[in-house]
């Protein structure tokens, strides 16, 4: 398969999209960001790499953190993760409380904020450093001991994000809080924080599309049912509230971030990270999206 061909291709493709949608503008850091870039890194497990435009521009990846969060926790706890958190689409608001209340403290899922608060908490309770290992974590799996928080954009968020405070509080009320909730908020902030290019992000989903990436010394091991089960949420829960329609357009496995980046596996085959900035109004990359559906439907790979 001639993905570099294929790359240029879609972006002559896609092009006409470019100036759609907006920047995430609720928190005022990525407001800044300029809207009109797009990148795109397609990592095959057998090593080789395909990228074009933006591809090795540092991003806040925001949400796409949550992937990473579930490896490490299922690593840490396994399946007593899930008297915790739900593995269902949530059909609401990826900030919505009013689920959470009904449901009474358990999140439909762990790419839901309320579900990466969960996650937040287990790992300040379980890793002995939490940021630092977090940080080894991230560092390992791409490949590259360069990335790291940004804490400008974490307290920017911080100080808006009275909303992610309003879930926390609710989850403590429930009970599904071990640690304090200014700590919980302040971890989970820096986790959305990271920065890193789709490069480095399509390096780090390569367990994803074939586990044996995730064992060497240091690094998560996850095991292939694992791997099937955390594909499986990224299918089910990993666009907000348009999973269904990424599925029906693309057909993959992945994750969204406001950032407007988007990390994707063919399972068995490659990892692929696309950003652009402008999103739609459900919150995910317009260009992103439009890329991903022109690869999978050019290349006729899909897990459909
Ligand atoms: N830090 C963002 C928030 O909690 C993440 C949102 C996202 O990328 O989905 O609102």
Not at 35 to 47: L, M, S, Y
Not at 187 to 214: G, T, V, W
Request: aromatic share 10%.
């Amino acid at each position: 398969m001639n993905y570099q061909q294929i790359l240029s291709e879609i972006h002559e493709e896609i092009k006409p999209y470019m100036h759609l949608g907006k920047v995430a503008d609720y928190i005022p850091a990525l407001e800044r960001v300029n809207p009109d870039q797009f990148g795109i890194c397609i990592t095959t497990t057998e090593g080789e790499s395909f990228m074009l435009g933006d591809a090795t521009t540092a991003f806040s990846i925001q949400s796409i953190t949550k992937v990473f969060s579930l490896a490490l926790c299922l690593n840490i706890v396994g399946n007593d993760l899930w008297n915790r958190v739900g593995k269902e689409p949530s059909g609401t608001a990826f900030n919505s409380l009013i689920q959470l209340e009904v449901e009474k403290g358990i999140p439909r899922n762990p790419f839901i904020n309320a579900g990466a608060l969960v996650l937040a908490d287990l790992l300040l309770t379980h890793l002995p450093s939490a940021e630092a290992d977090y940080l080894a974590y991230i560092r390992s799996v791409s490949n590259n001991h360069t990335l790291d928080y940004n804490r400008e954009v974490a307290l920017s968020e911080r100080e808006t994000g009275y909303l992610n405070a309003a879930i926390a509080n609710l989850l403590k009320h429930h009970g599904n809080l071990e640690n304090d909730i200014e700590r919980v908020l302040h971890f989970y902030f820096l986790q959305c924080s990271i920065e890193m290019s789709c490069r480095d992000l399509s390096e780090a989903f390569l367990p994803f599309a074939n586990h044996k990436y995730a064992f060497s010394p240091g690094d998560v091991n996850l095991t292939t049912s694992q791997v099937k089960r955390i594909n499986a949420i990224m299918q089910t829960c990993g666009f907000y509230d348009e999973a269904g329609e990424f599925s029906y357009r693309v057909g993959l496995p992945g994750k969204s971030g406001v950032g407007g980046g988007i990390a994707a596996v063919y399972p068995g085959r490659y990892s692929v990270a696309v950003w652009s900035p402008r999103l739609n109004a459900k919150g995910n990359s317009i260009m992103g999206m439009r890329a991903l559906e022109s690869l999978t439907t050019r290349t006729e790979e899909s897990i459909f």
